[in-house]
């Protein structure tokens, strides 16, 4: 089962972040076989920190929030919240097979958080542009509570324009870059 989970920054945390980053890149390289996505969001400067986000297929919804509660910067206090959700992979690629590569680029979270009918739930073939795509679930996979998208665009309103509008309570896109080693 995939999982999107999604690490918020609490204020001023930067300093243990820097402090955790070895650390948080070992706890995740224990996962490096099972990880869809991963890497940092940041604030419109493009520059500070504000979050960090993993997906993740693994066996069941216990396992993804142990993943993400045991991480070594929530477990430090680092995060003011933490978002887990599971997620269905519509593309069937890893952000390692991204025809785009890792670097370069604008690239966005875009979370689209709503309820009732599900909506963008397919994907058309010609969106080279996308990186990791797919709707957020209830953890037995019956109820549709949104999308997560990981996006290649030239701004952060031709991301957004990713999702039907009208059809989310709300609409959130963070500046994002693929993480982890290099």
Same mark, same amino acid.
């Given at each position: 089962?995939?999982?999107?989970?999604?690490?918020?920054?609490?204020?001023?945390?930067?300093? $243990?972040?820097?402090?955790?980053?070895?650390?948080?890149?070992?706890?995740?390289?224990?996962?490096?076989?099972?990880?869809?996505?991963?890497?940092?969001?940041?604030?419109?400067?493009?520059?500070?920190?504000?979050?960090?986000?993993?997906?993740?297929?693994?066996? %069941?919804?216990?396992?993804?929030?142990?993943?993400?509660?045991?991480?070594?910067?929530?477990?430090?206090?680092?995060?003011?919240?933490?978002?887990?959700?599971?997620?269905?992979?519509?593309?069937?690629?890893?952000?390692?097979?991204?025809?785009?590569?890792?670097?370069?680029?604008?690239?966005?979270?875009?979370?689209?958080?709503?309820?009732?009918?599900?909506?963008?739930?397919?994907?058309?073939?010609?969106? %080279?542009? $996308?990186?990791?795509?797919?709707?957020?679930?209830?953890? %037995?996979?019956?109820?549709? $509570?949104?999308?997560?998208?990981?996006?290649?665009?030239?701004?952060? %309103?031709?991301?957004?324009?990713?999702?039907?509008?009208?059809?989310?309570?709300?609409?959130?896109?963070?500046?994002?870059?693929?993480?982890?080693?290099?």
């Amino acid at each position: 089962m995939e999982f999107l989970c999604y690490h918020r920054d609490r204020p001023g945390s930067l300093p $243990l972040r820097e402090e955790l980053q070895e650390e948080h890149w070992s706890y995740m390289d224990g996962y490096a076989k099972q990880l869809i996505a991963r890497g940092p969001t940041f604030a419109a400067d493009g520059e500070t920190p504000t979050g960090s986000v993993h997906i993740v297929d693994v066996p %069941d919804a216990a396992t993804a929030r142990a993943f993400a509660f045991d991480e070594p910067v929530h477990q430090a206090g680092g995060y003011r919240d933490v978002l887990v959700r599971r997620w269905q992979n519509l593309l069937g690629r890893t952000m390692w097979d991204f025809p785009g590569g890792l670097t370069g680029g604008n690239r966005y979270l875009v979370l689209g958080l709503g309820s009732g009918p599900a909506a963008d739930t397919e994907v058309t073939p010609d969106r %080279d542009d $996308l990186i990791a795509y797919g709707p957020l679930l209830s953890d %037995d996979g019956s109820a549709w $509570l949104g999308t997560a998208v990981l996006i290649e665009a030239p701004d952060a %309103d031709a991301a957004r324009a990713v999702l039907t509008a009208d059809r989310y309570a709300a609409v959130e896109v963070h500046d994002w870059e693929c993480g982890g080693r290099r």
